[in-house]
């Protein structure tokens, strides 16, 4: 009788110990399973850098139209992707501000009165002002040109 007590006490130790090391290892496999990682990563909160923004003071052109001239009133303002962008375009300021006139001056009325001519002439500023300033430099890298106001009389 003994016997088949230590038995059947050493039984139930094995099966504890069994189902115990089971558990143990299932839970640290799923813990290094890809699913697990996302679930993770979506409790922490995604930190979105802050945009970068170089708003230029006002320009006023003349606009020549074959029955007559006309003034465009636009701001603008440059969504720059990097810190040294708008340090370059800060110090280069009237260079920038000379680039964007010769831009403007060459404009067609009726082209820029349409979204997709808006939407041309936001991409030719954007090309113009992501050309070097000088030869040493690599040119600011202008992510958008935004036009916060756009009149023309």
């Known amino acids: 009788m003994l016997r088949l007590l230590k038995f059947i006490l050493l039984l139930i130790i094995i099966i504890g110990a069994s189902i115990g090391g089971t558990m143990l290892f299932m839970n640290r496999s799923s813990m290094s399973t890809p699913s697990a990682a996302p679930a993770a990563g979506a409790a922490a909160p995604v930190a979105v850098p802050a945009p970068i923004f ?3 003071e006002p320009f006023t052109v003349t606009l020549y139209g074959e029955t007559r001239n006309r003034i465009l009133y636009t701001a603008i303002t440059l969504r720059l992707n990097d810190e040294a962008s708008r340090k370059q375009i ?3 300021m ?3 501000r000379d680039r964007i ?3 403007l001056s060459t404009q067609e009325l009726s082209k ?3 979204p997709e001519g808006r939407q041309a002439l936001s991409g030719a500023l954007k090309t113009e002002l992501s050309r070097p300033f000088t030869a040493q430099l690599a040119g600011p890298h202008v992510a958008d040109v935004l036009f916060t106001a756009f009149v023309v009389q």
């Open 54 to 56: 170089a708003e230029l």
């Open 112 to 114: 820029i009165q349409t």
């Open 101 to 103: 006139l010769k831009v």
């Open 94 to 96: 009237p260079e920038v």
């Open 90 to 92: 800060q110090d280069y």
